[in-house]
């Protein structure tokens, strides 16, 4: 089961829901389960949480799944951690920032 899971719908507001497995691209609908708003209270237009729900991808903008929601997905705090020690040192940046005399003496001209 994949934990709270925000559903983006066209037109509406997000909400929270559990999935019961990993969205593959032969899918035409979403099945989920315990639908909720993003502050946990039950929508209007549902009965019982706990009952099984289908949205049609159609009428669904994407899915926005938290790192760690779900079991087998690359974590993104280590993604996040290797990008981090790729970043360019801080001699790098300094090159990057200086300024050209001829574009800011064209810049004065103006």
């Known amino acids: ?21 990993m969205p593959s691209a032969s899918d035409a609908s979403l099945i989920c389960t315990n639908v909720r708003m993003l502050d946990g209270k039950k929508p209007i237009f549902v009965d019982a949480s706990r009952s099984t729900f289908v949205f049609p991808y159609l009428h669904i903008r994407f899915l ?40 800011l003496r064209r810049i004065r001209d103006v």
């Not at 089961?1 to 999935?19: C, F, G, S, T, Y």
């Open 1 to 21: 089961m994949i934990k709270n899971v925000v559903i983006h719908i066209n037109n509406e507001q997000p909400l929270l829901a559990d999935l019961y497995e």
């Open 64 to 103: 926005e799944m938290m790192p760690g929601s779900a079991t087998g997905l690359p974590d993104a705090a280590a993604e996040d951690r290797e990008a981090v020690s790729a970043a360019p040192t801080e001699a790098e940046d300094e090159s990057d920032l200086e300024l050209d005399e001829d574009f």
